[in-house]
């Protein structure tokens, strides 16, 4: 890559986050918030990054007593049923020019559904909570964050327990607190490829850590909710790979943790991430723990020589292809 950490756009975007999330915690959106608590239903759709942030968002929502549920843009776009009398949409797209979120947000204001949308900052979406500039880098991490503390205000106004300025606050000292001590060094990059497992929301979790481990460093990783490797997906993994256990502690039946056990005996090597102390709720503790996860995939960016500025590159990046599914494209 012939360039250090620190000279990417990649490092200045994550360490952002502690102060984007500490604006964050000053956001007041009690009015956004009023047609998701009155809706009968409300549905969260994203694509890729957001929509890991639309099944966490759809677990805050739940706390607050809400029926809230979660599909990838083009799920919900071309496949599902589409909104029904009395439902709420949300819509996560940073750049807003995602096609299949474009497209679902498209159909929400042409047939007067209830929307709620949340971009980076001049994306061109009037209605949006607004978070934070387009992003300087392919691998998005800050984006993703601030949509996260987004929509833990939006539950707490809905009525959930959590959500609040205190709560982001300390979500943004922890993640400082991280940011001055990684604790990654110990995960090792594997010869092949990379499993992440992880329980409940550090199952969603897990896979935005394996995005990123894609995207920037190149690295084939898969992230997993534990009891989804167990069935099946763990037996292609040899001793060429490696298993990197999220919070393993949070596992209320203890099965992340044996799971790791079973991978170091058949000889694949195991790793663990975790965020200790603090008292945040599990939802609201993936905001550290991805910080953590981030700064792994910074990591083996350096090691393997990779930009994780610049990911989309080739017959990927044609232009068509990202436009395929959105409003414009008919049909």
């Known amino acids: 890559m012939g360039e250090s950490m620190t000279d990417t756009a990649l490092h200045r975007m994550i360490r952002q986050q502690a102060d984007v999330l500490d604006r964050m ?22 694509t890729g990054t957001s929509q890991h942030a639309a099944e966490l968002g759809a677990m805050l929502l739940e706390q607050a007593g809400l029926d809230a549920r979660w599909f990838p843009s083009a799920t919900w776009a071309r496949w599902s049923a589409g909104p029904q009398p009395g439902d709420a949409l949300v819509v996560i797209s940073h750049t807003g020019e995602t096609a299949y979120a474009a497209r679902s947000r498209a159909d929400a204001l042409a047939r007067g559904v209830p929307l709620v949308s949340i971009t980076g900052t001049g994306a061109g979406w009037p209605e949006a909570i607004q978070t934070v500039p387009h992003e300087e880098a392919e691998t998005y991490t ?24 205190a709560d ?11 940011l001055a001590s990684p604790g990654v060094d110990d995960v090792a990059v ?12 550090w199952g969603v979790t897990a896979r935005e850590a394996a995005l990123k481990l894609r995207e920037g460093a190149g690295l084939l990783a898969q992230g997993f909710d534990t009891e989804r490797l167990l069935h099946g997906f763990a037996v292609p993994y040899t001793a060429a790979d490696g298993l990197l256990l999220v919070q393993p502690d949070a596992d209320p039946d203890g099965l992340t943790a044996a799971l790791g056990q079973a991978a170091a005996q058949e000889g694949i090597p ?50 068509r292809l990202w436009q395929l599914g959105g409003p414009a494209a008919g049909g």
Do not use: K, N
């Open 142 to 165: 800050v984006s993703y964050t601030s949509a996260l503390a987004v929509l833990a205000r939006l539950a707490q106004h809905a009525g959930s327990a959590h959500g609040s300025p």
């Open 168 to 178: 982001l606050r300390q979500a943004a000292a922890q993640v400082r607190d991280i």
């Open 25 to 46: 915690a000053g956001l007041d959106l009690a009015d956004r918030a009023a047609p998701l608590a009155a809706a009968r239903r409300v549905i969260l759709v994203g």
């Open 270 to 319: 195991v790793a663990t991430l975790s965020v200790a102390g603090g008292s945040l709720p599990p939802v609201l503790a993936q905001i550290p723990m991805t910080v953590r996860l981030q700064l792994l995939a910074e990591r083996f960016a350096a090691l393997r020589r990779r930009s994780p500025d610049t990911v989309i590159t080739g017959a990927w990046a044609a232009p």
């Open 190 to 201: 594997p010869a092949r490829s990379l499993a992440v497992i992880g329980c409940g929301p």
